[in-house]
Structures are given as structure tokens and as C-alpha cells.
T-cell receptor, first 119, second 110 residues
Framework: AQKITQTQPGMFVQEKEAVTLDCTYDTSDQSYGLFWYKQPSSGEMIFLIYQGSYDEQNATEGRYSLNFQKARKSANLVISASQLGDSAMYFC????????????????FGTGTLLAVQP | DGGITQSPKYLFRKEGQNVTLSCEQNLNHDAMYWYRQDPGQGLRLIYYSQIVNDFQKGDIAEGYSVSREKKESFPLTVTSAQKNPTAFYLCASWGGREQYFGPGTRLTVT
């Protein structure tokens, strides 16, 4: 079964420190994509970073990096130099494909990690 | 500006009434999706549509219905058959390698 697991319901981090949010995935597909989204209290979903299953280098986007360990099926998000504005819910998601009307993409989400950045 | 709009942001209904949530996109994306989110939970897929006049059930379609008469529009109807309709509803589309989300509608049914 295709699944995303986020085992940390909540995390605290001091401002300016780095934090790692855990994500493991389960799929038998060879081609897949892994995403991280940020959801502040307003509810909007903000795309942070993407890693394709064939990408050999770990993805980075500014202060965000994705620690992709394919053999362990993990895709942890690392936020460097945390800021107060990083306090939010963070979701890991996996793209799966279905053969419907051509190849259709779907996202499977984890249950999220609530990050609180303390001054 | 290109994007996805959902209206209204907050919606209140009495139990037993059907309610329709709107979703419009001007991104020229073919695929559109509806998700439900409950407090402290992840997103669960309700319905999705790859092309006009066609759509597929997601993981929790019972009590919901959709239509896709235009590429730009994918309205979701929460029917009286949905046992726990109070939730946050997010509309999304797929473009390139990622999913784009609307701002969401918070539905409260009392």
C-alpha cells in the first residue's frame, strides 16, 4: 500500500537553530515524487520543496533542504536557521500516478507535524 | 494573477441542507481535485477530475458530488448524506510537477 508516515505530531525549535522533520514513505513504484508543504494557521498550502525518485542530489530551496535516503524510504525536511514565521503545520506528500484519462497524478499526504519556533 | 479561487472563505449551514463550494482556476490546468481536512489531520482526497465532463471518486467520496462542465470550474456539493460535513475544504489543480492549492473554505454545519 502507498503511504506517507510522519511520526512527529509536534516539534519545538529555538529561533535560528536547524530542525529536521521526519517523513517515511511506502511505495512499490519506481517513479514517484516527494513534496513538502507548509500550512500556516490561515490554512493555505504553501509548496516548499520537491524531490523526484530519480534525482541523485538532495533538493534544496533556500533554507529548506530535503534529506532523501531512497534505500531507507525517507524524505526528511531540514529547515536551517529557523524563524518565527516558520511556525506552522508541515505536510509530507508523495505523488502517485494512475492510468485515468492519461496519466493522472495524485498526492498522498501524511498527518503532518506542527512546528513551533520559540524566540 | 494566475491561481485558484475558492469562495466563500467561511460558510455556515444548517444540518440537512445541501451546500455547494465553488472552485475556479485560471491556470489552464486539466486536473482538479477536492480535499477535506479535519483539525490536526492531513488532507484526504474526495474527488478528482482529469478532463471536462469526467471525474473520479477519491478516498472519501460518500456524501459528496461534483461536476466539471468547464475546464476552469470544479464545484463540490456537500449533501445532507454526509454525516460529518464540518471541515476545511481545499481545492487544487495539477500543473507541471506540483499541485497548486486554493485558499480553502471552512464549512460549519450545525
Amino acid at each position: 500500500a502507498q503511504k506517507i508516515t510522519q511520526t512527529q505530531p509536534g516539534m519545538f525549535v529555538q529561533e535560528k537553530e536547524a530542525v529536521t522533520l521526519d517523513c517515511t514513505y511506502d511505495t512499490s513504484d519506481q517513479s514517484y515524487g516527494l513534496f513538502w508543504y507548509k500550512q500556516p494557521s490561515s490554512g493555505e498550502m504553501i509548496f516548499l520543496i520537491y524531490q523526484g525518485s530519480y534525482d541523485e542530489q538532495n533538493a534544496t530551496e533556500g533554507r529548506y533542504s530535503l534529506n532523501f535516503q531512497k534505500a531507507r524510504k525517507s524524505a526528511n525536511l531540514v529547515i536551517s536557521a529557523s524563524q518565527l514565521g516558520d511556525s506552522a503545520m508541515y505536510f509530507c506528500a508523495m505523488r502517485v500516478r494512475e492510468n485515468y484519462g492519461g496519466a493522472t497524478n495524485k498526492l498522498i499526504f501524511g498527518t503532518g507535524t506542527l512546528l513551533a519556533v520559540q524566540p | 494573477d494566475g491561481g485558484i479561487t475558492q469562495s466563500p472563505k467561511y460558510l455556515f449551514r444548517k444540518e440537512g441542507q445541501n451546500v455547494t463550494l465553488s472552485c475556479e482556476q485560471n491556470l489552464n490546468h486539466d486536473a482538479m481535485y477536492w480535499y477535506r481536512q479535519d483539525p490536526g489531520q492531513g488532507l484526504r482526497l474526495i474527488y478528482y477530475s482529469q478532463i471536462v465532463n469526467d471525474f473520479q471518486k477519491g478516498d472519501i467520496a460518500e456524501g459528496y458530488s461534483v461536476s466539471r462542465e468547464k475546464k476552469e470550474s470544479f464545484p463540490l456539493t456537500v449533501t445532507s448524506a454526509q454525516k460529518n460535513p464540518t471541515a476545511f475544504y481545499l481545492c487544487a489543480s495539477w500543473g507541471g510537477r506540483e499541485q497548486y492549492f486554493g485558499p480553502g473554505t471552512r464549512l460549519t454545519v450545525t
